[in-house]
Each structure stands twice: as structure tokens, then as C-alpha cells.
């Protein structure tokens, strides 16, 4: 993992790729599915992100989520991994899931690291970028509301429809 990072850092995004595909082949052959896989997954993805095949970098992120799902875990390496595949998403222009990784992102920074971490601001960042492009409106949802007013007769009534803000959590 520590060449993966040298060579990454001096450009050598193919080397990095190499090295770190025969770290996750070696966990997986391994029956290792923990969070050493996870994080040989998320490396990978990211240098594949850095080298722009973006679906092989969204695959392997999605990966790493997948492990971490199942180990239960929510902490900043999954805020980080939300953030890589925001990313891909962002530059593979699928803006809808891009924003759901890129909210997500930010919710996690925010929980644990505060609104005042450049984790956060980098993550919020992000999804206002994401939600520019989409001319961004809040999801509005639809409901019927029935009313009836007492001074007509019975059978007279009105549905009228309104647009009410979704609530995010």
C-alpha cells in the first residue's frame, strides 16, 4: 500500500494500479473480506479515478462500500469512499448518484467531524458543484388533499393538488 501511494504521488498512476490490483487479489484470494480488503478496494478505486476510468474506479468503490456495509461500519473512511464515488459519478455526469454519494459524504463529515472540518466544506463543496449542474430544485412530492366546504351540497367537492418540500434527514 505504501508503494501504491509513492508511485501515485509521482505520477505513476499505472504502477500504483498494478501494485495495488495484486493487493486486492491477495485478500480476496485470501478469504480476507474485512476492512483490509476494504481499503485495498477504495485505493483502488482512487487510482483508477486519478487515471479516469471512472468505471472501474465507481466499480471498486462500490466494492469497498459493500464491505463496509456489511461490517457495520460509519466512520471516516466511508465518508471518504462516498466522496471518491461522488466524484466518479460527478465526472462520469450521472448527477443523481453523484449527489446521494456527495450528501452522504457530508452528512458522515458533519456527524463526526464537525461542520467546521475541511472534510465537511470540501464535501459540501462538492455537492453544491454536483447540484449546480443539475439546476438543483429541492424534490418536491406531490399530494391530493381533499376538502369539502360545508356551505355547498354534498356531492360538490374540490381536490386540489400542492407541491410540499421533501424532508432530508
Known amino acids: 500500500s505504501e ?28 478469504g480476507n473480506n474485512d476492512e483490509s480488503l476494504a481499503k485495498a ?35 471516516e473512511k466511508v465518508a471518504n ?3 471518491n464515488l461522488a466524484a466518479c459519478f460527478e465526472r462520469s455526469k450521472k448527477f443523481n448518484e453523484a449527489e446521494t454519494h456527495a450528501d452522504k459524504a457530508s452528512e458522515l463529515y458533519k456527524k463526526l467531524l464537525g461542520e467546521d472540518s475541511q472534510l465537511f466544506k470540501e ?3 462538492l455537492l453544491s458543484k454536483i447540484q449546480s449542474k443539475t439546476n438543483y ?10 376538502i369539502s366546504e360545508p356551505t355547498r351540497p354534498l356531492y360538490i367537492s374540490y381536490a386540489v393538488f400542492c407541491l ?6
Open 164 to 169: 410540499k418540500k421533501k424532508k432530508h434527514n
Open 41 to 75: 478496494c477504495d485505493n483502488l478505486g482512487y487510482y483508477y479515478l486519478q487515471n479516469k476510468e471512472l468505471e472501474k474506479a465507481i466499480e471498486y468503490e462500490e466494492n469497498c462500500l459493500d464491505i463496509y456495509s456489511q461490517l457495520h461500519l460509519e466512520n
Open 137 to 146: 430544485k429541492p424534490q418536491l412530492t406531490l399530494s391530493l388533499i381533499h
Open 81 to 83: 469512499t462516498h466522496y
Open 123 to 125: 464535501a459540501d463543496e
Open 3 to 30: 508503494m501504491c501511494i509513492r508511485d501515485s504521488k509521482k505520477g505513476d498512476v499505472t504502477e500504483a494500479i498494478e501494485y495495488a490490483n495484486k493487493v486486492v487479489k491477495f485478500y480476496k484470494d485470501s
